[in-house]
């Protein structure tokens, strides 16, 4: 059978991390929004607070995004 869950029902596999990361920078998800859309992507603090808490699928393009924002390689990212 074909999952696009993770095991414990996430649509991600990294946004545990993604709020570690934020969280040791000293981030709100607001700044964190703010900062991404500085650096033009369109994001707001929804879209972090929803890949944090894993209701929201994850793209390449975004992935690509959050590793350059934190300054880690993308594999990285998956780890917890």
Known sequence: MFKLKADDGRNN???RKIEKL???RG??????????QL???DVDNYFIRRV???ERFI????LK??????DVS???LFKE
């Open 13 to 15: 596999l990294c946004g």
């Open 22 to 24: 934020r969280k040791e």
């Open 27 to 36: 981030l709100s998800q607001r700044k964190m929004g703010a900062k991404l």
């Open 39 to 41: 650096t033009g992507y």
């Open 52 to 54: 944090e808490n894993g």
């Open 59 to 62: 793209t390449d393009i975004e």
């Open 65 to 70: 995004m959050f590793s350059e924002f934190f």
């Open 74 to 76: 993308i594999d990285e």
